[in-house]
């Protein structure tokens, strides 16, 4: 294929190739070749044009197909556009002779049909460049078309398209005759070509002037003839035709052209009229009309119906939003003129009004509910809402005139009710679309919507009352705090009119409907109203009896409520069970016997009543059943089944009955089947097994002998056959954005589709998806449904045996009955047969023996060969459940195998096609059937059925079938791959583009093949790239197609090819081809556009934005409205747009999840970009907010003002992209900004730096930063939380939360110690102050609280009177709190309050929690400020006001706060006990939930209790547990706070608990809880639930009284160290790990206190005289036993060890030994792992402390082996000389367990030496361990530990002799070494040795070091210091030397003096050369002088002798001296400061 890519054509390469492949090669080149020329420079065009047009005109006598054909004539038109002219004519000319040539043989058309093709492209691309040649050209094809067949028509009408598109207003004297042979094509029997000529018409009216004006009526007739037997593309094509014409006649300007034809404008009343007339009177004209009508047909063919109701729409979108906004009232009353009583020809039977009906709602949607924004669709409600009133006059009118004569009077009141229905119908859904932005409609009293509805709840008519219940229903979901007010008002209305018919069924609707609504609305209703409606129900079903006239009302109404309440769920229903099943039992006669007693009274009426009562019973137990199978316990079942036998038994009379008793029991007959047909179905099997027999037999009976004559496939069998299968049939059965009209052509003629009325149960069920209200069938077509279902499962049950006669009796029906009556029993049968094998696959059950097999088989084939395509379709999948249940691979053969011989040997069309499909759905079950042979023979029969062009439709189903098996078969059909693509290649090329379902299944089966290839798409192989050049080309072929689905396919392929093989998948091309089609008409393309582009943007989203960009600016045509968008706010703002006016819930979901990928990718390089895309989004809800929204009256005067200036939005009223988004979108938009911030966190800090923005902003303009766009964040978070719409409120706090989460700590770089989010108080103050106003719903309030809370927590504002804002939306939410839970008002659930409650405190006890830690640090700053210097006093002093500030505010209200808090923990502590103690509850419920609403409570406890929890134990801990309440007295002390004691007197109370019971309580309270929770936190628990916890126990053991609880119970203390250990060995997070230490070392030291206490108080009271008889305290006794699990000492260990263990492992023996672990390695941890060592080192060294001395021994020696282990692990060295943290805990820890009393304890000591002795041992081995490693050591950390044994244990452990050697060892190495830094070290450590006070252990250091170091220091006279370390070292020699001078005695001090001046003397310099002396000598000249000035005085007499010894000495020291007091004095005149340090100096001077 590579030689195709060249500008001329290779003529060599093509004229090797074999017929077919010179096809393909000839596609690639003409496809380079259009790539090729518009980037071709003119003179190479030029230099080869001659050629090129030879080698184009020459391929056009090659017969092209269609696809080549068009891109030939595509090139030629480029080619002479961008080349020369000249020879075009000679171009056309040729054309002409082709389309001229009288050869009419089937082989010559492709060429005649190139060049009609060839005329089309030439003239649209070079227009009126040719002159007026193409007046004959026109004459010369429309010659053509009068004997061309249906191909050449439809080219010939594209063409003429092209070449009106191209000649423009030029072509005006070819328009009437253009004009009326697309007249004829419109009427054409063709679809393509009436489609061809749509096109091409609308194209005329462009320039046709006549077209909408003079001609008009008769262009609108011949629409309307068009639709008449249509199909759904040449609807859409032509309702886009008649909409646009329609719309230029009305808005057209008059034209001087048109003042010629006398021509008036048509008024808008016109142009609905004639819409109008299409509607009402179909495509039969104007006169003709009044014939039929008289005879009383009606005539109007319902696709020309439903073609005129897409016109409308079509009308409507291109006047656009605004036109319908102004003349809504006048469409709207057009529009529901067309089913009022004016009309009575439309509306005659029930199946025409409601398929009209539906027109009209789709109308109505399509317009009100996809073009308007939210504000010009709550005035349409309005608008709709006065029709409703206007209606409602009239029906009252006609009712109170029913003195005259009732029957003419309900008539007349009939005449409105389907214009009522549409109306309410669509009210209902505007509201339900506008959610809760509709709240100011209904509040506005002149509107009246509530009363509009309820008003005509009592209308005469039952589906108006239907319709104004459901609409209630919208409502209620759109405004959930409406739901307990309408169910109030419905409820007291319906009691009050018990008596009135209309009114009991009307407001049992409307209750019914608002129960179905609560499941849609979160903050649900209040619990008793459950009990209320109960009430109600009961009284309806027994008042039923007393009055005749409405006993059927009544009965009807109290079950509908009954199953309406069920959906309340569980927690409902259990309570009102009992009564409910009572019912049950009573409804149906408890024995056969009653029941014959029965049929033997009442008349038809009683019998009526009977049946829809009992089907009303059956019914609400199917509620029951489906919504509450949580209560279906055994015993529930148990009585529920008693009446099931005698419902069957009814059942099994019902035909009886009718007959007895006449016609008007057919339809609650037909009701009562269908209600215990779905009873069943939903009920286990087993237990009406008893029944079986009699139910088949009903079953069996109706559906053979179905008492319609209805054709129901459309709604049975779709759910049965795959939904891939369904492609096949056409569009009609794919989901379109028209499927609800659509719909009733699916139906046949006698059925428009379900409507409300059929079942009224069906009012408080889910609406199915896609569907906006719900649509029950009729009852005779739902009956057969339910059949079949319940068929499905019972025959999946009964007996072998059993079945084999069901069977055998459905196949016997089937045979005989004749005609279309046996295609229905065919139909009911298999559908039921199909749903049975469907359940038995279920199962995993088998299908029995071989005679039921065949009969299985047998009912099978008949449907295969039916000619429903539907069935065919149905039977090939049953054909596949069959081979999959009996799973016999012989069996299976066998099926293949007949499917083979028919196909052999079959001719027709039916058998051919439901064989080869059946052929693919065996392989759909079966994984493969693993042969080859059978493979090969079903591929070759399918290749040769695709190749037969006589039947497209056998190709299309013989290719789907190959698709499936490509699909299916694996890795078995790699040998086909290639002939495959070849075939469907050449298909693509060939196949004529009218038969669009051949290119669908075409497309199937290369999406099937590149997936089979996979990944090997990628190779490089020769074989490969030719494959996967073969798929590119057929994609390529598949997007040129015209039809809108073959093009989603292309889409799906190439998305495929570019997951497996991206680099070779041209994404800029791709990228436009989607941006083209984004806004397609076609629902299914627009789902594969977006589908596509979320794939796409998940790996290159930039790339394919950047593409979309520039592929619009590029482009010079401009696209749909979409792209238009896509030039200003890119790819991104128009899926956005798209967005918004999407309804397809699917593909909005796919666009959300592709901006989001986009989102993350790219939202931090462009996040300017995107912060505008959000903003301009919501900036739709300032538009809409008022500033009334915000009460700022309580605020003071400064206040008032900047609030009211933040809420003005920017009034400048420029272009907005986006016009009125919906909520929705605006949510999204809210939901972006907090991903945008999200994803700049992760980008880097200068997201949230100010100072390093700007800085690096200047550095690159293009940098941008969220922090410098902070005013803009808050705007947007404001604008949303300030909304109508609450899910947008509760988007904009949570943006604004984590705003001020992000921005609180950002600084102000201009305004020093501010932040910079101090300036935007107002604006949150003002976002969030309407979320506190009484009418907002709790959930909004509860996340308000948390912004609330984080805003004061987060220490932005510190300016008391400013808080004071927020602080005052918590205090008054605090006092509604204090109410209690009987305050609460009744609009929602009770647990919606407890939400509230439990945010209120959960958000007061963050606060409190922040300024208390505030405080606390504040304190320990205080302390080291004090340290520092009173300089920084005043500092200090803002900081603490502000914290202390936090803190007074709270104070005020922490009396009531600690008790609330303490209330909510005991309920959390009472709902966290295991569901055995749920006996022990209270009754009533705690303090802030009822005990009906425990479940929906639960959650919000779990949400708040940890920060509660936490707070409380602060407040105890300040209070030191021993505060009692003063204003309470002694009465508080009854338990602390109880459900009983908040809200009730003193009088009622228990027994008076003393102080010390309160606080115990309280301590179990929070310890229990916290245990609880750790003890297995939820895997999902959040971590700061458990650092609060871990925190309150910090908290609580932070205090004396709790330690001494826990110090004194040593279990209690071992179980939540083991707990602890659990949490941190699964919880690897450091903060939960170092928090969990804190708890321990808190534990350990109580229980230190305890053991302190215990052994102080012994003391005492035994006297000091028995000393030696002590018992002894802590763990380990006399014994030194320590039992795991019940001591605390060995639990410590077991944690530490765990901590340690995991940070360091080669601490663990057993790893130590493996070889995996190099003891040798040293490392340094990580700051985290640091820290928790510490915390482990730090608790291990205050263990023994608890042990008595005997226990101190047994853990001595695993403490020290740890603390050891850590410092030889982990001393390493750093740069500095620091020590590691590690390593100086371990010293530390090292420090305190030697220096413990048990070392020094009698009966530990000896044992204790002996350890201490071995741990020295251990540390001097670790030197020696080291050899080639002794760098990495630190030799310092070493020798500390060695002094650390030296000073700290008693003399005896180190002055052993072996061990003081190598210790004096250690310290004479490394005096030795060559760093500055260990020298140092070394000199210090000794410093403090040679002080030890035990001469025993000081002087062998002192003899064996001290004149090495002296030595050391002579030398240095020569060898100068160099920098500060070395300068270091000698001052640090020199200080040992000075100490030891001064504990030397007598006799040897002047010798070390004698040593030590000459030493000092030479580190002093003279003048000249203290100039010039670096900074080391000048600092030790400055060090020696000052020693020497010290020494001089002490040891005078040495000091005199050696001066005078030494003259040169003295001179030195003198001129050193003099020079210090010069510069001295120097200093003292600059600044007399001073005077003792000077006086010295004079003393010394003296003194010599």
Known sequence: MELAHSLLLNEEAYNQLGE?????????????????????????????????????????????????????????????????????????????????????SPSYLPTKLAAVVCLGYLYKKLGRILGNSFTDIVGNVLKAMKNAESQGRYEIMLSLQNILNGLGAAAVPCHRDIYKAARSCLMDRSMAVRCAAAKCLLELQNEAVFMWSTDLDSVVTLCFKSFEGSNYDVRLAVSKLLGTVLARALTSKQTTASTRHNFRRISLEEVMELLGTGFLRGSCGFLRASGDMLKGTSSVSRDVRVGVTQAYVVFVSTLGAQWLERNFSAFLSHILDLVSQSHPKAIQSQMDAIGCRRCVSFILRATVGGLLGEKAQIAAAKEICQTIWRLKKVVDAAMSDSNLEARISTTDATVSQHVLVCALQELGSLIHGLGTTAAPLLQDSSTGILEAVISVILHPSISVRLTAAWCLRCIAVALPSCVSLLLDRCIERLSALKSSPEAVTGYSFAVAALLGAVKHCPLGIPHGKGKVIMTVAEDLLCSASQNSRISLQRTQAGWLLIAALMTLGPAVVQHHLPRMLLLWKYIFPSSPKDLEMEKTRGDSFTWQVTLESRAGALCAIRSFVSHCAGLLTDEVVQRLLPPLPSAVDLLTQLSSIYKSYGNSLKTPSTVYRHKLYELLAVLPPKTYEGSFCAVLKELVADLTVPDSQIDASTFLLPPLCHENDLLLLGPLLQETDHRFIEEQLLLGNNIAGGSLEYDPYSIYEKVAKGDSIPKPLPPVLSVVSAATRLFGVMFSHVAESHRLQVLEQLLNSIKQTKGSRQQIVQLNVVSAFSTSLKCLANCKGSLGPEEIRRSALTLVMGALESNNPLLRCAAAECLARLAQVVSDSAFTAGLAQVSFDKLKSARDVVSRTGHSLALGCLYRYLGGIGSTQHLNACVGI???????????????????????????????????????????????????????????????????????????????????????????????????????????????????????????????????????????????????????????????????????????KESREDFTPADVNIREIGL???????????????????IKETLTHMLTSMAVEKLSFWLKLCKDVLAASADFNTITSVDTTQEEETAKVDDASVLKSDSDERFHPFSNPRWSTRVFAADCVCKIISQCENAGSAHFDVTLAQERKQRDSRDDFLVLHLADLIRMAFMAATDHSDQLRLSGLQTLLIVVRKFAAVPEPEFPGHVILEQYQANVGAALRPAFAPETPPDVTAKACQVCSAWIASGVVSDLNDLRRVHQLLVSSLIKVQAGKEAQSQQYNESTSTMEILAVLKAWAEVYIVAVEKQKNQSDAHNHCLKIANSTEESYRDVTSSASGVLDLVQADLGTLSKLWLAALQDFALLTLPSEYASQLPAEGGTFYTAETIENARPHYYNSWALILYAAALWLTSTGFVIVDPDEGVTNLSRPVTPTTMCQDSSTRPLVKSPEDVNTDRFHLI????????????????????????????????????????????????????????????????????????????????????????????????????????????????????????????????????????????LNPKLTCSPAVHSGKHLLLPEDGSRLVVAALVILSDVPAICSPEGSVSVLPTILYLIIGVLKETAVKLQDGQLPLTVAASLQALRGLLSSPMARAEKSRTAWTDLLRSALVTVLDCWDQVDGLLRELDEVSLLTAITVFVMSTSPEVTTV?????????????????????????????????????????????????????????????????????????????????????????????????????????????????????????????????QNLMQIGPQYSSVFKKLMASSPTMKARLESAVKGNQESIKVKTAKHAKNPGRSSSIQLKTNFL
């Open 1857 to 1985: 002799e072996c061990l003081q050697k190598r210790c004096i060892e250690k310290f004479k190495i490394t005096l030795d070494s060559k760093d500055p830094l260990v020298q140092c070290k070394c000199y210090q450590l000794l410093h403090s040795i040679f002080q030890h006070p035990h001469k025993t252990v000081s002087y062998p250091y002192i003899h064996s070091l001290a004149p090495s170091i002296v030595g050391k220091l002579q030398e240095t006279e020569k060898a100068k210091p160099e920098n500060a370390a070395e300068l270091q070292v000698i001052q640090e020699g020199i200080k040992v030397v000075t100490a030891l001078t001064a504990t030397a005695e007598e006799e040897h001090r002047a010798g070390l003096v004698a040593c030590l001046l000459p030493i000092l003397i030479s580190f002093l310099l003279d003048e000249n050369a203290l100039v010039s002396a670096t900074n080391s000598a000048k600092n030790l000249h400055e060090f020696a002088l």
């Open 1567 to 1706: 310890l229990g809880i916290s245990v609880e929770f750790l003890c297995s936190p939820r895997s999902d628990a959040a971590m700061e639930n458990i650092i609060a916890c871990l925190r309150a126990l910090q908290a609580l053991f932070d205090v004396p009284w709790p330690r001494s609880k826990i110090g004194g119970d040593q279990e209690l203390g071992v179980e939540l160290l083991n707990v602890l250990h659990r949490l941190i060995l699964t919880r690897e997070s450091p903060d939960i790990q170092l928090a969990a230490l804190e708890v321990v070392r808190l534990i350990l030291f109580a229980a230190q206190e305890h053991v302190k206490e215990k052994r102080r108080s012994a003391e005492v009271d035994d006297g000091a005289a028995e000393k030696e008889t002590l018992p002894e305290f802590g763990e380990g006794k006399d014994t030194g036993g320590l039992v795991p699990g019940k001591s605390l000492v060995f639990a410590t260990l077991e944690l530490c060890v765990c901590i340690l263990v995991r940070q360091l492992p080669q």
């Open 20 to 104: 077919f492949e010179k096809a393909e090669f000839i596609f690639e080149w003409l496809q380079f070749l259009e790539k090729l020329l518009p980037v071709t420079s003119r003179a190479d065009i030029r230099e080869n044009q001659k050629k090129l047009v030879e080698q184009l005109t020459s391929l056009l006598n090659n017969s092209p197909g269609p696809p080549t054909r068009r891109l030939l004539a595509k090139n030629l038109a480029v080619l002479y556009s961008t080349g020369d002219t000249f020879s075009v004519y000679q171009t056309i000319d040729k054309c002409n002779e082709l389309i001229r040539s009288k050869d009419d």
């Open 1132 to 1150: 991104e703002g128009a899926l956005l747009g798209l967005l918004d006016k999407e309804l397809d819930q699917r593909l909005c979901q796919d």
């Open 942 to 1112: 399918l290749y040769t059925l695709s190749q037969d062009s006589t039947s497209p439709d056998v190709q299309a189903w013989a290719l789907h079938s190959l698709s499936l098996i490509v699909d299916l078969s694996g890795p078995l059909y790699h040998v086909h791959v290639e002939p495959t693509l070849s075939l469907v290649l050449m298909l693509l090329l060939t196949v004529p583009p009218a038969y669009a379902e051949v290119h669908q299944s075409l497309g199937r089966c290369l999406n099937a093949l590149i997936t089979t290839l996979g990944p090997e798409l990628q190779g490089s192989s020769a074989t490969v790239s030719a494959l996967r050049t073969s798929c590119l080309l057929g994609c390529a072929v598949m997007q040129d197609n015209p039809d809108c689905l073959v093009q989603a396919q292309a889409i799906s392929c190439l998305q495929q090819l570019h997951m497996f093989a991206p680099r070779h998948v041209n994404l800029s091309s791709l990228v436009s081809c989607l941006c083209v089609n984004l806004c397609s008409s076609y629902l299914l393309l627009r789902r594969a556009v977006v589908a596509c582009l979320r794939q796409l943007v998940q790996r290159e989203a930039a790339e394919v934005s950047e593409y979309a960009v520039a592929l619009i």
